[in-house]
């Protein structure tokens, strides 16, 4: 494993939209090793791929102590409203007051491949967000709301 470099905002790989991974071979399983340990070492709640300038829709997050790896992750239902600051390792310092649904039920696939459905609610729900959207190469700075 290794720690990766993170890619800040300003990089217009931050910008791009991902794209689905369509082999669950060792390749893959480095990158998810790779985030997770980068994710740890810079106290992370979450990292999307592109965050370690790999364009492709990879997620992992640690949330209520539960670590999470998503590929391919897509939110099929969301509900109800929540407001919370957040940050981003891309994004330095800044906290910002963000709105997202309160729960969100999403459907990735395992690394190897196997399909998965998962629902959070509140810092679960926002982390699933947050990093979904950076597969799209939204940051959370584009939703402030304060
Ligand atoms: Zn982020």
Redesign the pocket.
Known sequence: MAIRKIVKMGDELLRKKSKTVTKFDDSLHEILDDMKETMYEYNGM?L?AP?VGILKRIVVMEVNNMYLELVNPEIIEAEGSDIEAEG????GKINKKVERPMKVTVKAQDRYGYDVVITGEKWLARCIC??ID?LNGV??IDKAID
Request: aromatic share 8%; proline share 0%.
């Open positions: 979450g999307a965050q981003c390792l891309s994004c947050h990093e950076h940051l959370f």
